[in-house]
C-alpha cells in the first residue's frame, strides 16, 4: 500500500482509503474516487497528477494524491 | 405549462443540449442572491414546454453552491418532470448523480449524451436493459449533432402526462434501509410517499441543511441519530461514506450488463495527446507556444490590420471598394507628394518644410526647399487643384462614415456647435472603440476555441505548481488570460475557482493585465512620449504579470487571505474538435456586448467629456470655448482640483488627470479625451512636452495598474457579491497603482540627480513593498 | 431647423443608451450576455 503520489505511471491501481473526512475527499467521491476503484497514472507534472478514474480524467495536485492510498 | 429540469454533470453537453432544445429562446439570469447562472427557456417544437438549465453537479449534497441551488429548485420549485443528461463516455460516475435524482419521486426521463462518440470509440450501451435496471425511460441523443433530443423531451411530456411517480429501485443495505424506515415514519409520514426516499438518505446522511430545513426537533434527530450510529457500527464506516459507496457498488452491479467498452485498459487519444502537452519538458513551451500564437494572430497581424483599416477607411474618410480606383489614386497621391506642404512653406517664407503623419502624428525632419521643388509643386497644384487628387474621383469610393455624417449634419444645416458634438465627441469616441472590434472578435475566437476543445483545462492543470509559489492556483490563470481580451469575461472566469480566498484575490487582479481597451492607450504613451518604442507595449505585459505576482505574495500573508492552497481537483474533459457553430457563437456573443458597451457607456462618456471641456468661462462669461481656450473649461477647473494628488507621480495636470478619471468609464477614454484635451492634431507634440519619459511612464503604470472600467467594476461587484470586498479590491487597486507610480517616478528622478521631499516618500514607499514581499509568512507552516 | 432635428435624433440615443443600461442594472446582473460566459460555472463551497 502507497501513497498515489509513488504510483507508476499507467499501472493500475485500487484505491484502499482516502484519508480526512473534508470537502476535498467528499469532491473526490462526487468524481468517482472510492474505496476499492481502480485507477490509474496517465501523467505526472511537478508531483501534480492526472488519473484516470472509471471512465474520466481529474487532474490532482500532489498533497491530494498524497492522501489517496492505493495498492495493487 | 410543462417544465422540465435538465440535470447533469459539468461537461456532460448540458448547455449544448439546452441551446438544441431551446434555440434563442432562452433567458439567462442568476439564481437570485448568487452568482450561480440561471438558464430557462421554451422548447422549439411546443411553446407549451419549458425548460430550466440546472447548473452542472455531480450530487445532490450540500456543499457547494451550485449543489444546493440546484437541489433547492428540485425539490421546492416542483418542475414536473427530470431530464438527466449523462455522458455516455462516462456512463459510471454519470450514474451516481442519476440515482439520486431517482429518489426524489419525481418523473424522470435519462438522456445519455454524445453517443456518436460511443458509436466512433465501438462501446455498446444497451438502453433497454439500463432503463429496465433504472426504473425509467432511456433515450439515447447527441446534443451536438441533434439526434434524439426530441424523443427525449417527447418522453419526458409522456411521463408527466401520465403521472408516472418515479420510484427508485435501488435499495441500500440491510441497516441502512432499517434506518431510513425508521426515519421516514418518524419525520417524514406527512410528505407524500414518493418524495419521502430522498429526504430520509439524506437525513441519513446527517445532512445539515435538510435537518434546517425540515424542522426536526431536537430529539427526534437524536432518535434518528441512533439508528445511524448503529449502522455505521455495523458497516464500520460513517453514514455518507456507507452511502457513497453502496451507490456505486449498485451502479457497478448494473453497468457489467449495459455497458460494453471495446478498448478495455487502452489509453485512449485524449490520453496520448494529455502525455505529450503535460509531458515536463514540454508542456511549458507548448503552453507558451500556444499563448504566443494567439498573442500574435489576434493582436499583432489580422487583429490590427483589421483595427487599423476600420480606424482608417470606415471611421476614417473612406475607402475604395474592393480596392477598385485604390492603385490609379495612389499613383497620383505619390505624384502630388508634398507638395501641399511645400507650398504652405514657400508662401509663409520658410526655408524648409515638414510633413505629419496622419497615424502616428509623427512630426519630420525639416526638409529644405529648393527652387525646383517650388516649380513642381506649382505644377502639381494645377494639374491637381489645390487640395491635391480625391480619391472619390477614382474608381468606386466609399466615404467613411464620419464623412457620410458630415455630409448629412451639413444638408439639415446643423448648428456648428452640435456638429462638433456629433462629429468630434460621438463619432470619434464611439468610432475609436468600435475600430477594435475585429480584434476582440479574433481575440474571442481563440478563447473560444482553447475552452472548447478542452486545453484550457490542461492549462491550468500545467501552471498550478508555478502559481502556488505565488499564493495562487492554476486555476487563476484562466482569468487572466481571457482577461487579455476584455476583463469581464475574464472577471467572471474566476467562477471556476472553489476556494473562496483564492477566488476573491484573483478577481482583485485579473484587471492587472492589459485588456484590450488598454492596448489604444499603451500605443499612445509609446508613440507620444517614448517614440515609439516597441519596449513599452511589452513591458506593459510584463507590468501586469509581475503586479499579479507581487500582490499574490503579498496578499498571502495577510491574515485575510492567509490559510492552506486549496487542494486542486479538476476533471479534464476529453479532447474534441469545438463545432463551429458554438465557436462561432460564443465569439459573437462576447463581441456583441462589447459593441453594445461602446453605444452606451462610451457613447454617454465622450458626450460628457466633449461638453464639459468645450465649455467653460471665458473673460466674455459663460459659453463655448475654442480649442485652445481649454484650460478655461469646467472640465480644467475640475481637475485642476484634484490633479495635484497626482504631482508625486510627475504627473500633476488637469488633462492628465481627467482623462484618467474617464478611463473609469472605459479604458479607451483616456485616449480619446487627450486627443480632445491636448488639440487633436498637435496631441503627440503636446503630451511629450507635458511629460518626460519618467512621468509617463509613471502615468503608464498606474492607469494600467489602477481600477478598471465600470463595467469591469460591475462584473467585479457581481462575482464578489459583497459591496465591502468590492471597495477592497477597488482600493487596492488604486493604491498599488499609485504607490508603483510614485516609486517609478521619485526614484527615477532620484537616479537623475533630482532630489527632494518626494524622494523620501519614493524611498518609503519601495521600503514598505519590500517588506510586504519578503517578509516572513507567519501563516505558512 | 436641422439643428433641432439632429438634436432631437442625439437626445433619442442619448435616453436609449441610458435606459439599456439601467435596465441591464435591474435585471440583477447576469451571469452571461455580459461579454459572455465561460462553460459551466463548477463547484464552488458555501459559507
Redesign the interface.
Known amino acids: 500500500m502507497i501513497p498515489l503520489t509513488f504510483a507508476d505511471k499507467g499501472t493500475t491501481y485500487f484505491i484502499k482509503r482516502i484519508q480526512g473526512k473534508d470537502e476535498a475527499r467528499r469532491h473526490l467521491n462526487n468524481l468517482g474516487f472510492i474505496e476499492g476503484e481502480e485507477i490509474s497514472v496517465i501523467n505526472e507534472l511537478a508531483g501534480n497528477l492526472i488519473i484516470a478514474v472509471k471512465d474520466s480524467r481529474v487532474a490532482i495536485d500532489r498533497e491530494m494524491a498524497a492522501r489517496i492510498v492505493v495498492g495493487r | 405549462m410543462i417544465r422540465i429540469a435538465l440535470v447533469g454533470n459539468p461537461n456532460s453537453g448540458k448547455t449544448t443540449l439546452f441551446n438544441a432544445l431551446t434555440g434563442s429562446n432562452q433567458f439567462v439570469g442568476n439564481w437570485p442572491g448568487v452568482t450561480v447562472e440561471k438558464k430557462e427557456g421554451t422548447y422549439r417544437s411546443d411553446k407549451n414546454v419549458g425548460i430550466t438549465d440546472l447548473p452542472g453537479i455531480y450530487s445532490l449534497s450540500p456543499y457547494t453552491l451550485e449543489e444546493v441551488v440546484a437541489r433547492n429548485y428540485l425539490i421546492n420549485e416542483n418542475p414536473d418532470a427530470v431530464l438527466n443528461i449523462v455522458d455516455g463516455t462516462n456512463l459510471e460516475r454519470n450514474l451516481y448523480l442519476t440515482t439520486q435524482l431517482a429518489e426524489l419521486g419525481l418523473p424522470m426521463v435519462v438522456a445519455v449524451n454524445m453517443m456518436d462518440v460511443v458509436a466512433k470509440q465501438g462501446d455498446k450501451i444497451d438502453t433497454k436493459r439500463l432503463a429496465a435496471e433504472l426504473g425509467c425511460p432511456v433515450v439515447e441523443i447527441s446534443a451536438l449533432k441533434g439526434t434524439g433530443i426530441e424523443k427525449a423531451v417527447a418522453e419526458a411530456v409522456q411521463a408527466v402526462k401520465k403521472k408516472v411517480k418515479m420510484v427508485s429501485p435501488h435499495s441500500f443495505s440491510g441497516c441502512v434501509e432499517h434506518a431510513i424506515a425508521h426515519i421516514e415514519e418518524a419525520v417524514l409520514h406527512d410528505m407524500p410517499d414518493e418524495k419521502q426516499r430522498w429526504y430520509a438518505v439524506k437525513l441519513f446522511e446527517r445532512d445539515k441543511k435538510v435537518q434546517e430545513a425540515l424542522k426536526i426537533d431536537k430529539s427526534v434527530l437524536e432518535h434518528i441519530e441512533s439508528d445511524i450510529k448503529a449502522c455505521e457500527k455495523e458497516l464500520d464506516d460513517d453514514a455518507e461514506s456507507i452511502i457513497t459507496n453502496e451507490r456505486y457498488t449498485y451502479i457497478a452491479s448494473i453497468i457489467g450488463g449495459c455497458y460494453k467498452k471495446k478498448n478495455v485498459g487502452k489509453l485512449s487519444t485524449t490520453d496520448k495527446i494529455d502525455r505529450v502537452v503535460t509531458n515536463r519538458w514540454l508542456a511549458l513551451p507548448i503552453f507558451a507556444l500556444v499563448m504566443w500564437l494567439v498573442y500574435y494572430v489576434a493582436m499583432v497581424t489580422i487583429g490590427t490590420a483589421a483595427t487599423d483599416w476600420t480606424n482608417d477607411n470606415l471611421f476614417g474618410d473612406g475607402y475604395h471598394l474592393f480596392g477598385i480606383g485604390g492603385s490609379a489614386y495612389e499613383a497620383a497621391a505619390e505624384e502630388y507628394g508634398d507638395t501641399a506642404e511645400i507650398l504652405g512653406a514657400a508662401e509663409a517664407g520658410e526655408k524648409t518644410y515638414v510633413t505629419i503623419d496622419d497615424e502616428t502624428m509623427e512630426v519630420s525632419d525639416p526638409i529644405e526647399i529648393t527652387d525646383d521643388m517650388v516649380a513642381e509643386a506649382k505644377a502639381m497644384e494645377e494639374k491637381y487643384g489645390e487640395e491635391g487628387p480625391d480619391p472619390a474621383d477614382y474608381g468606386v469610393w466609399v466615404p467613411g462614415i464620419p464623412a457620410l455624417i458630415e455630409k448629412g449634419l451639413d444638408a439639415v444645416e446643423c448648428a456648428d456647435w452640435l456638429k462638433g458634438l456629433v462629429l468630434d465627441g460621438i463619432v470619434a469616441g464611439v468610432g475609436a472603440v468600435l475600430g477594435f472590434v475585429p480584434q476582440m472578435l479574433v481575440l474571442f475566437l481563440f478563447l473560444a476555441f482553447l475552452e472548447s476543445c478542452g486545453y484550457m483545462a490542461r492549462i491550468a492543470f500545467i501552471l498550478d505548481r508555478i502559481f502556488r509559489r505565488f499564493g495562487l492556483s492554476g486555476k487563476s490563470f484562466i482569468p487572466m488570460l481571457v482577461g487579455v481580451g476584455c476583463g469581464v469575461p475574464g472577471i467572471m472566469a474566476c467562477r471556476t475557482i472553489e476556494s473562496e480566498r483564492d477566488r476573491r484575490m484573483t478577481i482583485m487582479t485579473t484587471t492587472f493585465i492589459p485588456c484590450g481597451a488598454k492596448v489604444p492607450f499603451i500605443a499612445l504613451v509609446s508613440g507620444a512620449i517614448f517614440g515609439g518604442s516597441a519596449w513599452v507595449a511589452t513591458s506593459a505585459y510584463f507590468i501586469g504579470i509581475g503586479a499579479i505576482i507581487c500582490s499574490g505574495i503579498i496578499l498571502k500573508k495577510t491574515k485575510m487571505f492567509s490559510g492552506d492552497p486549496a487542494p486542486f481537483v479538476m476533471e479534464l474533459p476529453a479532447y474534441h474538435w469545438p463545432t463551429v457553430g458554438n465557436v462561432l457563437r460564443s465569439m459573437w456573443e462576447r463581441g456583441w456586448s462589447f459593441i453594445k458597451k461602446a453605444g452606451t457607456i462610451i457613447l454617454l462618456s465622450t458626450i460628457f467629456v466633449w461638453f464639459f471641456s468645450f465649455f467653460g468661462w471665458t473673460e466674455g462669461g459663460f459659453g463655448m470655448l475654442e480649442e485652445d481656450q481649454l484650460d478655461s473649461s469646467i472640465l480644467a477647473k475640475l481637475g485642476s482640483a484634484i490633479a495635484w494628488i497626482f504631482a508625486p507621480l510627475g504627473w500633476g495636470n488637469w488633462q492628465a488627470t481627467v482623462a484618467s478619471i474617464t478611463g473609469l468609464v472605459a479604458k479607451e477614454n483616456i485616449v480619446g479625451t487627450m486627443g480632445i484635451l491636448y488639440g487633436g492634431e498637435e496631441t503627440w507634440t503636446n503630451m511629450s512636452q507635458a511629460f518626460n519619459h519618467l512621468s509617463g511612464m509613471s502615468f503608464l503604470i498606474f492607469n494600467l495598474l489602477c481600477a478598471p472600467c465600470f463595467a469591469a467594476m460591475g462584473a467585479i461587484k457581481r462575482e464578489m457579491n459583497s459591496g465591502k470586498w468590492t471597495a477592497f479590491a477597488i482600493t487596492y487597486q488604486c493604491v498599488a497603482a499609485y504607490i508603483v507610480g510614485l516609486i517609478v517616478y521619485q526614484l527615477g528622478m532620484a537616479f537623475t540627480g533630482s532630489f527632494g521631499i518626494g524622494t523620501v516618500f519614493g524611498a518609503a514607499a519601495l521600503v514598505f513593498v519590500v517588506y510586504m514581499l519578503f517578509r516572513k509568512d507567519k501563516y505558512r507552516i | 431647423?436641422?439643428?433641432l432635428?439632429?438634436?432631437a435624433v442625439?437626445v433619442a440615443?442619448?435616453a436609449a443608451?441610458?435606459v439599456?443600461?439601467i435596465r441591464k442594472k435591474k435585471?440583477?446582473?447576469?451571469?452571461?450576455?455580459?461579454?459572455?460566459?465561460?462553460?459551466?460555472?463548477?463547484?464552488?463551497?458555501?459559507d
Not at chain 3, 33 to 38: A, F, I, L, R
Open positions: 431647423m436641422g439643428t432635428i439632429v438634436l442625439v440615443i442619448v443608451a441610458i439599456s443600461i435585471s440583477g446582473g447576469c451571469g452571461c450576455g455580459c461579454s459572455g460566459c465561460t462553460k459551466s460555472c463548477s463547484q464552488r463551497k458555501l
